[in-house]
């Protein structure tokens, strides 16, 4: 099984419309983030959790919002969808900074087209 | 504010020979990690190689091999003996404070047979 995994990996919906997308991890980390990917502009930070009780805006954080459920679990949301937030997005987990290499570790993705 | 530039947007090699991918960066921490990430059609972010700014000597992992400039900002990416696997989207990433990573727009690399 996958070590990060993400639901759903498609996802086709309308403007206006409340989207969430969900991340696993079996890693036992404590970080996780969400990024989204755009042609030409590679991967942006949107949000980041470096524990449960803790929750940070990246770089894009406007129109998202994110809930980090528990270690394993960190899902991000659209509460208005609009067409420009159609894109690829990822999770990524890595561990704690005592421990770290500084490496991520991302899930598969999931493609979503906002119409 | 960190940046990563990939200045080729697409680059073509041969199978069996060597190509190298381009990436310059700007950061003003003395100390940070770079990373290769490699996408392929399938679209998983795959780590290829990593890099700490502390050492001097050349990360290297069997065919991917990197040449680490510090003072030029520079993290450039050798493949050798290149695989028709080896097509896919490469990302050059550094890591600001608190891991989160700034990546480049990517370079696609094809492979011919």
């Known amino acids: 099984d996958a070590d990060v995994t993400q639901t759903p990996r498609n996802r086709i919906t309308k403007t206006g419309k409340r989207i969430m997308l969900e991340c696993s991890q079996t890693?036992?980390?404590?970080?996780m983030y969400w990024y989204r990917q755009d042609p030409g502009l590679g991967l942006r930070l949107i949000y980041y959790s470096f524990d449960v009780k803790d929750i940070n805006k990246g770089e894009i954080s406007d129109g998202y919002s994110v809930s980090r459920q528990a270690q394993a679990k960190f899902s991000l949301s659209l509460e208005s969808a609009i067409p420009n937030q159609t894109a690829l997005y990822f999770c990524a987990t890595s561990p704690p900074a005592a421990a770290s290499t500084d490496t991520q570790y991302f899930g598969p993705g999931t493609r979503l087209t906002v119409l | 504010a960190q940046t990563v530039t990939q200045s080729q947007p697409e680059m073509s090699v041969q199978e069996a020979e060597t190509v190298t991918l381009s990436c310059t960066y700007d950061?003003?921490?003395?100390?940070?990690?770079l990373f290769w990430y490699k996408q392929p059609p399938s679209r998983q972010m795959i780590l290829v190689i990593r890099?700490?700014?502390?050492?001097?000597q050349n990360a290297t992992e069997n065919r991917f091999s990197v040449n680490f400039q510090k003072a030029a900002k520079s993290f450039s990416l050798k493949i050798s003996d290149s695989q028709l696997g080896d097509a896919a989207m490469y990302f050059c990433a550094l890591t600001q404070y608190g891991n989160k990573l700034v990546f480049g727009a990517g370079t696609i690399l094809r492979v011919k047979s």
């Open positions: 890693k036992g980390h404590d970080r």
């Open positions: 950061t003003s921490e003395s100390d940070y990690y």
């Open positions: 890099q700490e700014a502390y050492k001097q």
